[in-house]
């Protein structure tokens, strides 16, 4: 059975940092791409970050201008997200999901990844 946990959301305020990570288990993790994606109230979910296993080439939304920072660990199974500069638009539910791929052109697209976990929140107060 796969699973994948997030953790590391919180109350920040504007500028501020976090580090999410997410681990799993039940899939080989370093045969899957892995993402990060948010998710506001009354928003569609929305491709933040991408990073592909085999060659670790990373994907970011342009909306990020930079602030973020996906990695991640085969060892520990865990992929990270460091955000920097934190605004109160970046206010939403991040998830972590898994896909049994390459991260692609169309990394952005939740349809494509296969396991989801349930989210941390990040709350940005201005």
């Known amino acids: 059975q796969v699973q994948v946990k997030e953790s590391g959301g919180g109350l920040v305020q504007a500028g501020g940092s976090l580090r999410l990570s997410c681990t799993t288990s039940g899939l080989t993790f370093d045969d899957n791409a892995m993402g990060w994606f948010r998710q506001a109230p009354g928003k569609e979910r929305e491709g933040v970050s991408c990073i592909s296993w085999e060659d670790d080439i990373t994907y970011y939304s342009d909306s990020l201008e930079g602030r973020f920072t996906i990695s991640r660990d085969n060892a520990k199974s865990t992929l990270y997200l460091q955000m920097i500069n934190l605004k109160p638009g970046d206010t939403a539910t991040y998830y972590c999901?898994?896909?049994?791929?390459?991260?692609?052109?169309?990394?952005?697209?939740?349809?494509?990844?296969?396991?989801w976990g349930q989210g941390t929140q990040v709350t940005v107060s201005s």
């Open positions: 999901a898994a896909l049994g791929s390459t991260c692609g052109g169309r990394w952005f697209n939740p349809r494509r990844f296969d396991s």
